[in-house]
């Protein structure tokens, strides 16, 4: 997603700022709110859960493991058990496989 591309370059440029973070840990502490807010100014027809879905499914599997994702997931409403229709991938989910929303393909 472009966002998360800006962040990454911004990050990039600033290395400092991750003080001993992945940048994927980073994003996640300081950037998910700002991604959701942007998703939702972009397409205003998303609900607050689809935009969470969209911010945290691109952050990778690096991160999705971790403790501090869990504690993301509970903040955003989302449960961490993965057959759930609430887990936060449901939605990215539904995007990636092209059922909502429009391919780039
Ligand atoms: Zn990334």
Redesign the pocket.
Known sequence: MLI?EIV?AYIFTNPEVLNGLT??AY?LQNYIDGIIGSLQTFFPSLTSQQAASLALG???DDITGTQAFADVLTKYGFTTNMNSRDYFAFYSKLYEYGTSGTSCK
Do not use: A, K, W
């Open positions: 998360h990454h940048q994927h994003m691109g952050l990778g």
